[in-house]
């Protein structure tokens, strides 16, 4: 292990001296991506030299207790190895963790996007609840969450809603949540009292900014028209909405949220942009995907990953086979719990694949 962390904490060396190169600032990529990349190996460095001073002290005590005939000096060495090796195994399980090569996208923003599947106006009512529970969630984590567009349904929820999320590690936390969520209870215009089971389709993708995807003017089309829903006198009077066709790869995005053309324009540029760039990202998950048996955060939208059973009040994650029986905590935001078990299984399959 130390010989690793020693060529880490090399490149650490490396990557602090380039940025502190004059040349390394006129190429604000390059800049950008080798701050983050120091950044994130910050938690480890300290790790790092904390285990060498660990066993430094370790070293320290051994040659006492074979160099010393005092008795009170030979119970202090004892101590201190004792103290040591509780330290440096603790320190050694961290480290592990901490070693595992970090998710490029885990500190960006991210783009909610939550679409009613099967089960027709339940499952747009079901949507809407998933939202909610996000919205709290978001709340809870001091995390600005806006919304960029959506589609009412029939009766309340949403047929469609996007929403971008900023904050410290979105992404890396909400990653998890991306696939088919299933929920089972009784709607409200079911008059026999049978059970139905609706499902709604959730993706979350990383918030790609300029420097992650260069998109050419000439690629988009930009059509604007009029927006509909509450808004006041600019809704249907002005041509504030916008839809951007990127036309090489025939995706869509529509924004109509603010009341100016050029707020929209930008929020659907930043979806547009992050499109893209899940396309690239999809294929990394994938080629890591194939190096494991299973994959908790692949971002497979046809997976079900999840069901919310209201007469049990029942939580399962399908991919660990977790279950909770908390479901008005969860449906309030309440997360936390299944995000923190999904990581860790996640952590730990990755440390059986780097153990191969």
Request: glycine share 6%.
């Amino acid at each position: 292990m130390i010989e690793k962390l020693e060529s880490i904490y090399t490149h650490w060396l490396d990557i602090r001296d380039q940025l502190n190169s004059p040349d390394c600032m006129v190429d604000m990529k390059r800049y950008i991506k080798l701050s983050k990349e120091f950044k994130d190996l910050d938690p480890l460095i300290e790790a790092y030299k904390e285990y060498k001073a660990v066993l430094s002290e370790l070293q320290s005590a051994r040659e006492m207790l074979n160099s010393e005939k005092d008795e009170d000096i030979r119970e202090f060495a004892k101590a201190e190895l004792e103290s040591n090796s509780l330290k440096k195994e603790t320190l050694e399980e961290k480290i592990k963790f901490l070693i595992i090569p970090p998710d490029p996208n885990d500190n960006k923003n991210a783009i909610l996007e939550i679409r009613a599947g099967t089960g027709g106006d339940e499952a747009s009512i079901f949507a809407g609840d998933l939202f909610r529970m996000y919205t709290r969630y978001c709340e809870n984590k001091k995390w600005k969450i806006e919304l960029i567009s959506f589609t009412d349904g029939t009766a309340g929820g949403f047929k469609e809603i996007i929403a971008n999320i900023s904050g410290e590690n979105v992404y890396g936390q909400l990653k998890y949540e991306s696939g088919v969520h299933r929920v089972q209870r009784v709607p409200d215009t079911e008059t026999q009292g049978r059970v139905h089971t609706s499902a709604s389709t959730v993706a979350v993708l990383p918030e790609a900014d300029e420097f992650d995807v260069d998109i050419k003017n000439a690629d988009i089309r930009k059509d604007t028209y009029c927006s509909s829903g509450p808004g006041g006198q600019s809704v249907n009077t002005t041509y504030s909405a916008v839809r951007l066709t990127h036309i090489p790869s025939g995706i869509i995005v529509t924004c109509q949220d603010q009341k100016s053309q050029i707020k929209n324009y930008e929020k659907a540029l930043t979806v547009l942009r992050s499109r893209i760039y899940e396309m690239e990202y999809k294929k990394y998950l994938d080629e890591i995907s194939s190096q494991r048996k299973t994959m908790v955060s692949t971002g497979d939208r046809s997976a079900k990953i999840r069901t919310y059973n209201y007469p049990q009040s029942r939580v399962t994650d399908h991919r660990i086979g977790l279950t909770l029986y908390n479901l008005p905590n969860i449906m309030d935001g309440d997360i936390q719990i299944l995000i923190d078990e999904l990581q860790m299984a996640e952590n730990t399959e990755k440390l059986k694949v780097s153990a191969e």
